[in-house]
């Protein structure tokens, strides 16, 4: 059969994992597309050095691949958000496919991309955007297509649980960790985006619409990030039963959809507990199959570049078939008609457990202000944890609440931290089982 011409635009890590993978396995490739996929022309800026081009067609413009009329799918590695939209935008029109692994692009701009595409009749395919190797969209999207989805809940950073485990592991601080990271290559030199919760919101997002049927919604995603976990939290955590991960959770309730990113205690049996170093891991709640989970390589090169290069495989297959009948882009089919109108739940109407330590003067009374300021709120106490002290010495206090809402909390604490004997903020964090039909 024809083959189906590819021009990669970006040969950093995943550009030149994806080249590379596309290469060396070509045979395979070609025997499970049913045809020849060839690399026509690659757009870049630089060129990883495991990545030797010699003799394709290069270009450092990548429009120039972008409307080359020889290429059939465009794939987008560059990141980011203004130039990949308008590249990827450039493509579609021109009639091209695209395959990206940008969940930046797609959570903040895919409802235009998706529109935009299903007029042109042609695919868009993302896979790689969420979990690296982890055909977790594929699963989501097709693989688990009888059930109503419960939730979804994921380890999506690998830079966030290689800190959390080794604070684990080795009681060190978050700064200390954080600086490995950096220098392993773990982490970026500004690790705003994955400490903060900004990356695995990008992500969640994606599943989140896959999963409901609803619009992408990033702007709705509610973010928090583990730079105020200390060790002692991470002790803390371990000595109540619980290990520290930084998730993504997405919920459906009666209420609409809960969409979340922050530090959460999770029982130390769970399977997502005991995901360690930079692996990635998605569990998912489907009514039919009850719980699934997920795990593997969340980014690299060739774990990446598995991804890509599936997405590329599918495009492959499904190039001549008519676009009504194709995969829809986000399970659901329709761009507008069919799409849900759950509503994303504001964070404060989610109902959750608590972690609280606080520092607190060591003197009577105070104990017992902070507990019926909880029960004003209507807040119950399930565990309390106070260390011994002098008269007059600051000293942690630590609290393990049953399921209350997070607006109840927000003035629990707000009121807690204008106590007088109170040292500090309050360190709050989520807790949930993730136990089967939660």
């Not at 189906?4 to 596309?22: E, K, P, S």
């Not at 693989?143 to 950073?157: D, P």
């Not at 392993?184 to 992500?203: M, Q």
């Not at 109840?408 to 009121?415: C, D, L, T, V």
Request: charged residues 25%; glycine residues 10%.
């Amino acid at each position: 059969m024809k083959p189906v011409r590819v021009g990669i635009c970006g040969l950093g890590t995943v550009g030149g994992g994806t080249f590379n993978v596309l290469t060396r396995n070509a045979d395979d490739i070609a025997r499970r597309a049913g045809r020849p996929i060839v690399i026509e022309q690659v757009g870049h800026r630089s060129i990883h050095p495991d990545c030797d081009i010699t003799g394709i067609n290069a270009t450092t413009d990548v429009f120039e691949v972008a409307t080359n009329p020889n290429v059939d799918v465009l794939v987008e590695l560059i990141g980011g958000y203004d130039m990949a939209r308008e590249l990827v935008l450039t493509a579609i029109e021109h009639g091209k496919h695209v395959v990206t692994a940008n969940k930046a692009l797609i959570a903040v701009h895919g409802n235009e991309i998706f529109k935009a595409a299903h007029e042109k009749g042609v695919i868009v395919a993302f896979e790689a955007a969420v979990a690296g190797g982890i055909p977790v969209i594929k699963s989501l999207r097709e693989g688990l297509g009888a059930n109503r989805i419960e939730w979804v809940a994921g380890i999506i950073n690998g830079t966030g649980n290689y800190i959390l485990t080794h604070m684990r592991d080795e009681g060190r601080a978050f700064e200390d960790v954080l600086a490995e990271a950096q220098a392993l290559g773990y982490a970026e030199s500004d690790p705003t985006f994955d400490v903060e919760g900004i990356d695995a919101a990008h992500k969640l997002t994606i599943l989140a619409s896959i999963a409901y049927g609803v619009p992408l919604q990033f702007e709705k995603a509610f973010t928090e990030g583990i730079s105020r976990i200390t060790a002692e939290d991470v002790e803390q955590a371990d000595n109540l039963g619980y290990i520290i991960k930084h998730l993504g959770i997405s919920k459906r309730t009666d209420q609409g959809l809960e969409l979340r990113v922050h530090p959460t205690l999770i029982p130390k049996e769970r399977l997502l507990a005991n995901v360690h170093g930079v692996k990635n891991a998605i569990a998912i709640m489907g009514d039919a199959v009850g719980p699934t989970l997920y795990y593997g390589a969340g980014a690299g090169a060739e774990p990446t570049a598995s991804a890509v290069v599936a997405d590329i495989l599918d495009v492959a297959r499904d190039i001549a078939t008519d676009h009504h009948y194709r995969v829809p882009y986000l399970a659901f089919s329709g761009i507008d008609e069919d799409v849900s109108q759950l509503p994303i739940m504001p964070m404060e109407e989610i109902t959750t457990a608590y972690y609280l330590r606080l520092l607190a003067v060591d003197r009577p009374g105070v104990l017992a202000r902070v507990a019926t300021i909880l029960s004003e709120q209507g807040i119950s106490i399930e565990a309390l944890i106070q260390k011994e002290a002098t008269e007059g010495e600051l000293v942690p206090i630590i609290l393990m609440t049953h399921r209350t809402k997070e607006r109840q909390m927000n003035e629990a604490i707000r009121e807690i931290e204008a106590m007088a004997d109170i040292a500090g903020p309050v360190t709050r964090i989520r807790v949930e089982s993730l136990g089967e039909g939660e």
